[in-house]
């Protein structure tokens, strides 16, 4: 019963450095970029898009193809900074708790 009780101990800590680890989320936020910082994305940690930026220069109706594979270009950069920047996170969150393989805590 002894190793039933620390691991119920274990849970409640990864609990709270969980709750730690969201709000730490909302809060921070990653930058992706493509054509050489011409477009910029910018997500929340939770992956939500919250900023885009576009250099005046992709303006041209006859370059709209270019502009819309660097935006897409640009989100999934941002968008891979996020998931690793979780990930590290997760890391800390779940010290000492070993969890199965491809095991994922819910967001």
């Given amino acids: 019963m002894k190793n039933l009780g620390d691991m119920m101990k274990q849970v409640q800590a990864m609990q709270s450095r969980m709750a730690e680890m969201q709000a730490k989320l909302e809060q921070a936020t990653v930058t992706g970029q493509s054509g050489g910082g011409l477009v910029k994305v910018t997500l929340s940690g939770k992956g939500v898009m919250t900023a885009l930026s576009i ?3 992709l303006m041209k109706a006859d370059e709209k193809d270019i502009l819309e594979d660097l935006i897409l270009a640009a989100h999934t950069d941002a968008k891979n900074k996020s998931e690793a920047m979780m ?4 890391k800390s969150v779940t010290g000492g708790l070993p969890l199965p393989p491809g095991f994922k805590l819910p967001f």
């Fill in 55 to 57: 250099d005046p220069s």
């Fill in 87 to 90: 990930a590290e996170e997760m």
